[in-house]
């Protein structure tokens, strides 16, 4: 019966075991700057409802631009992961859906009443809509190659600042009138159609390889200089930065579809053999990225 009762000994000559593996220092940068950038677009929420919209854009910018470098920063330290991927999703949710819509809620389409928050409704459910359709698209091994450097519909952070245009206008001195929130909710609604629309935009990935030695100095002077322009007259370069993005949506479009038109010939020569059922399926719909 002794082998029933074992005698208890609390300290054994076995090393402990971890439960969890160490994480890598570089694995957490990229994280550290994804909740930066969440708490940037809390604290825009906050500065909105206390009406200081200046502050609140400031915070959505800055936001974006941490957003742009996050991912950029995981691959170039090999510290990419999922929970990043949705830690990120999170955040551009928060600070590219919820802020701005509440910032222009905030601002102007209150007056409105329920027609306001319904405007505010939609863009907020768009841009999550949207985030996660390109969740879902990075899963895809099957996406022909000319889409690569396109975007399906206007990205979150793209469109949570292009669709503050008019509170850039009226920083810049255009006068607030009763119209004003109108044509606000119009563009609002607008702005969210694009973000859930099949219409290819540009991504910006193709500018991203290496940079000829004898541009290293021009392309530093250049960033310096808009920087400088940024701080010095932020809601001009906004505006204008916002309507030329908008104006670039159909050069887009028709650059993909001369690229579209390229690949499906090229494929029905016999040059390349696209999977043709997947490819039909999924014509229609434009880039899946």
């Not at 402990?16 to 990229?30: D, H, S």
């Not at 915070?59 to 991927?85: N, Q, Y």
Request: hydrophobic share 50%; glycine share 8%; net charge neutral.
């Amino acid at each position: 019966m002794s082998h029933l009762f074992a005698p208890f000994q609390p300290e054994s000559e076995e090393p402990r075991r971890r439960r969890f593996k160490p994480i890598p220092v570089r694995m957490l940068i990229p994280n550290l700057i994804t909740l930066f950038s969440l708490c940037l677009g809390l604290t825009a929420i906050r500065m909105a409802v206390d009406g200081k919209f200046e502050l609140a854009i400031t915070s959505i910018v800055i936001a974006g631009i941490l957003d742009g470098i996050d991912g950029r920063i995981a691959r170039l330290l090999h510290s990419t992961s999922r929970f990043g991927a949705e830690l990120d999703s999170l955040a551009d949710f928060v600070s590219f859906g919820v802020a701005p819509a509440l910032l222009l809620y905030f601002w102007g389409l209150n007056a409105l009443h329920s027609a306001g928050w319904i405007a505010v409704l939609v863009f907020a459910i768009c841009a999550g809509l949207r985030l996660a359709r390109f969740n879902v698209a990075l899963d895809d091994p099957n996406k022909p190659p000319y889409t690569a450097n396109f975007f399906v519909g206007v990205p979150a952070p793209a469109g949570a600042m292009i669709v503050m245009l008019p509170i850039y206008l009226e920083l810049m001195g255009l006068p607030h009138t009763a119209a004003s929130p109108a044509i606000a909710l119009v563009y609002v609604i607008a702005i969210a159609l694009l973000m859930v629309s099949w219409i290819p935009t540009w991504s910006g990935k193709g500018i991203s390889g290496r940079v000829p030695r004898e541009h290293v100095l021009l392309i530093l002077i250049c960033v310096v200089f808009f920087g400088a322009l940024l701080v010095s007259y932020p809601w001009e370069v906004l505006s204008l930065g916002s309507i030329a993005y908008l104006c670039c949506i159909p050069l887009a479009y028709l650059q993909y579809k001369k690229l579209e038109r390229a690949y499906f010939a090229a494929a029905s020569g016999g040059m390349i053999q696209p999977d043709t059922a997947k490819i039909e399926e999924e014509r229609p719909t434009g880039p899946l990225n």
